[in-house]
């Protein structure tokens, strides 16, 4: 483990299942698919690994759970798409059901605070701002997780920016939700054209002639990438998903191959000031960022997570010597220290540590060293 941890004392649990974390509620979920549609949810107190509640939900079909934040409150969310009311004679209707769970509760039946049916077989994700439902290829729905509230959107009619995409023959996809409705993507190998419907659009950002980004969410915030006509370097940001306007930003060396698959570890500290995603790291509170690129001087690292205090893991590049080797990054300075540790924490807070131990299929939480 790090040495920012204390493995002397800590908790551990066996519980069968996904652990989901949950930031802002002290919490951490563990979900446990059933047999028969149906799945179990056990919330643990982050600090002392206690019980804190417990349910049972159930579906049309196989059931699959998430956590997710909106305006600093974390909820659970289990969903399912199946047929409703088949029998010998009919096949029913397809429907996706969704129920959602505010993260503290108390007892061992919770009940959700929504419960949702919708027609049509989808697909729920966590879209940053709320819940994405997509439907089919043209119609997707926005879930607010705080008051249940819908919204259907089709993408069909939903046309980028005039001047923004003369070109642009793909279909349109919804990629994340802001608070002011769906963020829209077309043409996004590997940059693209973004925009939400009456708010904002990528055009604004960049002086390319094409108006091409990138932009993905991670958590309720989305980082952006593009390369400005004359530029010698591209330029990496965070983005207010409101307004689309810049929280932090920096020029980092061009041609790193970034993908949309390229977000393992991506990871917003717990209390919203530090963002890492591949190379680049941000401290919004400051409005700044850092690159650990390779360069003709410097090897990359690859960042897969952040603490509170701006503390970042990552891997380095191969040697002879050692594959993968970690490291540890004290975003204030910059300065990268090689770490004796294999286990990276999937969350952090609270003033602990969570890791998955794959060779006893156990979570263990550590408390940070004093």
Request: hydrophobic residues 35%; negative net charge; aromatic residues 8%.
């Amino acid at each position: 483990m790090p040495s920012l941890f204390d493995t002397s004392h800590g908790w551990e649990s066996d519980l069968p299942g996904d652990q989901l974390t949950l930031p802002h509620s002290r919490a951490v979920a563990v979900f446990r698919q059933g047999g028969k549609n149906d799945g179990t949810f056990t919330v643990l107190d982050v600090t002392s690994g206690q019980s804190l509640w417990k349910t049972r939900v159930k579906g049309p079909g196989l059931m699959s759970a998430l956590s997710v934040t909106v305006n600093g409150k974390d909820y659970l969310v289990a969903s399912a798409s199946g047929a409703k009311g088949a029998d010998v004679a009919s096949k029913g209707r397809e429907v996706t059901t969704i129920d959602i769970f505010p993260a503290r509760a108390t007892g061992d039946d919770v009940k959700p605070a929504h419960h949702l049916e919708l027609d049509g077989d989808g697909a729920v994700a966590y879209g940053g701002g709320g819940l994405l439902v997509t439907l089919d290829d043209d119609v997707v729905m926005t879930v607010d997780p705080a008051t249940g509230a819908t919204k259907k959107y089709d993408l069909h009619k939903m046309k980028p920016p005039a001047g923004e995409c003369k070109l642009c023959f793909a279909s349109t996809k919804a990629v994340a939700v802001t608070p002011r409705g769906p963020l829209l993507a077309t043409d996004t190998q590997p940059r693209g054209h973004y925009w939400v419907p009456g708010a904002w659009s990528s055009g604004t950002l960049t002086t390319d002639s094409e108006h091409k980004v990138f932009i993905a969410p991670v958590k309720d915030s989305l980082v952006a990438q593009w390369h400005d006509e004359g530029a010698a370097n591209d330029t990496w940001a965070v983005l207010d998903p409101a307004t689309g306007r810049v929280r932090a930003k920096v020029d980092c060396a061009p041609d790193q191959h970034v993908t949309a698959d390229d977000s393992k570890g991506a990871t917003l500290s717990a209390n919203g000031r530090y963002l890492v995603r591949s190379h680049t790291a941000f401290d919004l509170k400051k409005g700044t960022g850092r690159c650990f690129e390779e360069t003709d001087r410097d090897k990359p690292v690859h960042l897969t997570g952040v603490t509170d205090d701006g503390v970042a893991f990552g891997v380095g590049a191969s040697t002879a010597a050692q594959a993968d080797p970690r490291v540890t990054i004290d975003l204030a300075t910059g300065r990268v220290k090689a770490g004796d540790y294999v286990e990276t924490p999937f969350g952090d807070y609270a003033g602990y540590g969570l890791f998955w131990d794959d060779s006893t299929d156990t979570m263990v939480a550590y408390p940070h060293a004093q």
